[in-house]
């Protein structure tokens, strides 16, 4: 397990992570032009194509942003003709986000690029490194929503 010393400093698993996920954001934000949607823009779409976010409060909560912002983030890209609001017929309250044709093919445009970005960063991996390390980090990822509280 991890002992005190593992906390502190350059190996600080939360140091770690911060660090990575900074590094992360401006390398893949650098392979968007100034005439793209931006990076936070584009994984909404992924969300959203993925199937893993339907409605705002996923959006927010997977992106880790305020319900004002993601709001902001629907508008846009609603405005750019990337996704439409559609209220359930069960219950008016609830809006779910869709993706729409031009969203699907401008998200699948970038596929490559981010694959390629990912290539990049893991070209000293193994692949069954790479593999282990997505086991890892998904595995870390269910140990904090189960221990969430």
């Known amino acids: 397990m991890l002992e005190l010393s593992d906390?502190?400093?350059?190996?600080?698993?939360?140091?770690?992570?911060?660090?990575?996920?900074?590094?992360?954001?401006?390398?893949?934000q650098a392979r968007?032009?100034?005439?793209d949607p931006s990076f936070e823009e584009w994984m909404a779409l992924k969300l959203l194509f993925d199937g893993?976010?339907?409605?705002?409060?996923?959006?927010?909560?997977d992106l880790g942003?305020?319900?004002?912002?993601?709001?902001?983030?629907?508008d846009s890209i609603e405005k750019q003709g990337f996704?439409?609001?559609d209220r359930t017929r069960q219950d008016r309250r609830v809006v779910?986000?869709?993706?729409?044709?031009?969203?699907?093919?401008?998200?699948?445009?970038?596929?490559?690029?981010?694959?390629?970005?990912w290539n990049e960063i893991f070209e000293d991996?193994?692949?069954?490194?790479?593999?282990?390390?997505?086991t890892l980090l998904a595995?870390?990822?269910g140990a904090f929503e189960r221990t969430a509280g």
């Open 7 to 28: 906390a502190i400093g350059e190996r600080s698993p939360s140091r770690l992570l911060r660090c990575i996920n900074k590094l992360l954001e401006r390398r893949v």
């Open 32 to 35: 968007f032009s100034d005439t």
């Open 52 to 61: 893993v976010a339907e409605n705002a409060g996923d959006l927010a909560r």
């Open 65 to 74: 942003i305020a319900s004002g912002a993601t709001t902001r983030l629907i």
């Open 83 to 85: 996704v439409e609001r």
């Open 96 to 117: 779910l986000v869709k993706l729409t044709a031009l969203g699907k093919r401008h998200y699948l445009s970038k596929v490559p690029d981010m694959v390629d970005c």
């Open 125 to 134: 991996f193994q692949t069954h490194e790479v593999v282990q390390l997505i």
């Open 139 to 141: 595995k870390l990822k």
